[in-house]
């Protein structure tokens, strides 16, 4: 579930949110009747968010910096044979040292596997349900990304100033 590292999703080794974000609380995984969900634990999509942000270079024990909660509001499927899509549904909310909101959004990102994979049973609710969670956090560190270089006062002004 640990979102590769792309073009889109680099940071650069000098940007101000590289070693900056705590995790905070990781909620809502697993907590619906549907197979899809339960297919995702808060650990696993806990550990997922974390080994991305490391990954990626933006991980920070604790401390004064930003903290990130993560909710999963859900996952979509299709009627059977309709689709092998997915639409997950994670709100992502991060904030500074002072608790105020530097990035708050509900990512919707679809997912459909490669032809290759398991076409049905548990093992293909696992491939969708771990491939939707790896695209939603790939689509948060795009958009966090882009929002920190198109707006980076937002961010800097929420960090304490030496």
């Known amino acids: 579930m640990v979102a ?8 650069a080794t000098n940007s101000f949110l590289r ?7 990781v909620t809502g995984a ?5 197979l899809l969900e339960e297919q995702v634990t808060d650990t696993a999509l806990r550990e997922a968010l974390a080994r991305s942000l490391e990954r990626h270079g933006l991980r ?13 509001v859900g996952i979509e499927d299709r ?11 994670f709100e992502y909310v991060m904030r500074g040292p002072q608790r105020q909101i530097v990035f708050d959004e509900i990512i ?17 609710r696992a491939i969708l349900a771990e ?15 882009r929002d920190a270089q198109l707006n980076p006062i937002r961010f800097t002004l929420a960090l304490p100033q030496p």
């Open 19 to 25: 070693d900056t974000i705590a995790l905070g609380t």
């Open 79 to 89: 009627p059977l044979f309709e689709s092998l899509t997915v639409l997950g549904r």
């Open 4 to 11: 590769p590292v792309t073009p889109e999703t680099e940071f």
């Open 30 to 34: 697993g907590s619906s009747a549907s």
């Open 131 to 145: 491939g939707s969670v790896r695209a939603s956090i790939d689509e948060f560190l795009f958009r966090l990304r």
């Open 60 to 72: 920070y024990g604790a401390g004064d910096r930003f903290t990130l909660d993560v909710r999963m």
């Open 108 to 124: 919707a990102t679809p997912f459909t596997p490669e032809i290759t994979a398991s076409l049905f049973g548990p093992a293909n």
